[in-house]
């Protein structure tokens, strides 16, 4: 995973982690961290990049992590140099690690199993699903 998936992906998991009552302080602290220094990273090179930011996360750009928010939000992250910030990049791994997310190992990507239903992510599960 590059640093600018590595800080999407952490973005949306924080978002969506945020938004339910069990998030611990500890997550919704790394967050807003994280989200800060983006924030900051993004508005060194105008409102506009803020704005996406800010839109994807009110519901004004569709669902926290949409494609249409993924895909702006990656081509400003990109342009503003995000995967070679060392702080954000940092920030980024450890709240994924809060919120019990490891960065994927050997190309494997980040899944968002928010609406799925049957799913078993890990290693070394057994599941038995009956479906009426």
Do not use: C
């Amino acid at each position: 995973m590059n640093g600018v998936e590595l800080v999407l992906a952490a973005l949306s998991a924080g978002a969506a982690a945020g938004l339910t009552d069990t998030a611990s302080s500890a997550v919704r602290e790394a967050y807003a961290g994280l989200r800060e220094l983006v924030r900051l990273r993004l508005a060194a090179r105008g409102e506009g990049g803020v704005r996406v930011l800010e839109a994807g996360e009110s519901g004004e750009a569709g669902e926290v992590g949409s494609d249409a928010w993924r895909d702006r939000l990656r081509e400003l992250l990109v342009a503003v140099g995000i995967d070679s910030d060392e702080e954000i990049l940092a920030a980024a791994r450890s709240l994924l690690r809060d919120i019990g997310l490891a960065e994927p190992r050997d190309g494997a990507g980040f899944v968002d199993a928010r609406q799925a239903k049957g799913v078993q992510i890990g290693d070394h599960n057994t599941q038995t699903n009956t479906f009426n």
